[in-house]
């Protein structure tokens, strides 16, 4: 029985691949009516909260009756409990200090100062103590343990520095966070293009799948806007950047499991790490590894929990890239696209899949509430490339409620 604890993001993606390979799966979760009902129906869903700890987790698994036999964290944040079960278990798992360095962006950025691993300058500002920016202008900010993006801006100047750390120390929810620290990390900005590098750990080591390129909105936000999913050998930066993959698993000590490292390459320094985690990305990277260079990342984040060697076979030459159909006006969806016409008739082009209905409310500083659709491609990475730069840049969204003086509607 595998254990795939509060599945979220691809870690719903992951429970329904396992669910559908026939292996008998145990969810523990708070949020069951985010799972597909044939999940549901096969697996074993009961009702967990990480308040309860792991001490409930256990209690869960002796009730289930069934022998587990590997433990995946199903979102971000409840990598360190899942580690925990796992290694009360017996069964494969990350330590509990590598855990929590993958967790806390504070202590990731001290190891990576302690064991070579390069990163941007860093300092942590915890809440009532927000003074004059500690670091030149432009800086980044961001929360300690939040994902997704959420409440990350670039600051250029004091004013800009004071409100990004305003919105880090306030109150409010987090969307899925059971108890988010309050803590801002003010980090220089690395200019540079930005990838992340997906794969796995299991028996024989770790393994990359994917490059992948990431395209991000206008600052000051770094909503994610566009991946393309290439193997590491398409990619102009595949041995760089395997190379710095390698060595971050090793400095993080990531035993077993998927990993998800967040990178820029640096004119003079080369690589940055950004983050690293150890969980599958979120945002259909997956879905666009599995389209790309063909691996299954949730088949191997399951066999891996499981102690088994995951075997995907050759690498495809393909990369298979998405582009997401943002607003960036409040109002309305109409449930019209501008300009998608070009990019659905490429011969790349494989699918449209809306992401919200007409008549949605949309917000553009909100990334959970401003995706209206994204486009799929999949062919050579340079083509790829510039279709997705250029839905990006060119295909509008058609908003109700704006000023009628615009009419073309409002650029995604």
Not at 24 to 47: G, H, K, N, S, Y
Not at 91 to 97: E, Q
Not at 112 to 135: D, I, N, Y
Not at 314 to 319: Q, R
Request: proline fraction near 10%; charge should be negative.
């Amino acid at each position: 029985m595998l254990i795939v604890v509060q599945p979220l993001s691809a870690g719903v993606r992951l429970a329904a691949r396992v669910v559908e390979s026939g292996v008998p799966c145990l969810i523990p979760t708070q949020f069951p009516e985010l799972l597909p009902p044939e999940v549901r129906a096969a697996a074993t869903v009961v009702d967990w909260h990480p308040d309860r700890g792991v001490p409930e987790l256990l209690r869960l698994v002796g009730e289930s009756g069934a022998r587990p036999t590997g433990v995946v964290a199903g979102f971000e944040y409840v990598v360190p409990e899942s580690a925990e079960l796992a290694r009360a278990l017996g069964l494969p798992a990350l330590g509990a200090d590598a855990a929590e360095a993958v967790r806390q962006k504070d202590v990731m950025r001290r190891w990576c100062a302690e064991r070579g691993v390069a990163f941007p300058r860093s300092v942590l500002v915890e809440p009532g103590s927000a003074g004059p920016c500690p670091l030149p202008f432009p800086v980044v900010v961001k929360p300690v343990d939040c994902g997704g993006s959420l409440m990350v801006s670039l600051c250029r100047d004091e004013e800009e520095y004071g409100r990004a750390c305003a919105t880090v120390h306030g109150p409010g929810e987090v969307r899925f966070h059971p108890n988010p620290r309050r803590a801002a990390l003010v980090e220089e900005y690395v200019e540079g293009p930005e990838f992340s590098l997906d794969g796995w750990v299991d028996v024989d080591g770790p393994h990359l799948a994917s490059v992948t390129t990431k395209f991000l909105s206008a600052e000051p936000d770094f909503f994610e806007m566009g991946h393309i999913a290439t193997a590491p050998d398409g990619s102009p930066h595949g041995v760089l950047l395997e190379e710095f993959a390698r060595r971050v698993v090793k400095a993080f000590e990531l035993s077993v499991g998927p990993f998800h490292i967040e990178t820029r390459i640096d004119r003079d320094r080369g690589p940055v790490l950004i983050e690293v985690g150890a969980r599958l990305a979120g945002d259909n990277i997956p879905e666009l590894v599995l389209a790309g260079p063909g691996v299954d990342l949730c088949a191997a984040a399951a066999d891996a929990a499981r102690g088994l060697r995951h075997e995907p076979g050759p690498l495809s030459p393909v990369s298979a890239g998405l582009a997401f159909v943002t607003t960036d006006r409040p109002g309305t969806f109409a449930g019209t696209l501008a300009g998608a016409e070009p990019f659905t008739s490429a011969p790349e082009f494989r699918e449209l899949v809306p992401e919200a209905e007409p008549g949605a409310v949309l917000d553009p500083g909100d990334i959970f509430s401003n995706r209206v659709a994204r486009i799929h491609f999949e062919g050579a990475l340079d083509r790829v490339e510039r279709l997705v730069a250029s839905v990006i840049g060119d295909v509008r969204v058609d908003v109700e409620g704006v000023d009628p003086k615009d009419k073309e509607g409002v650029r995604a």
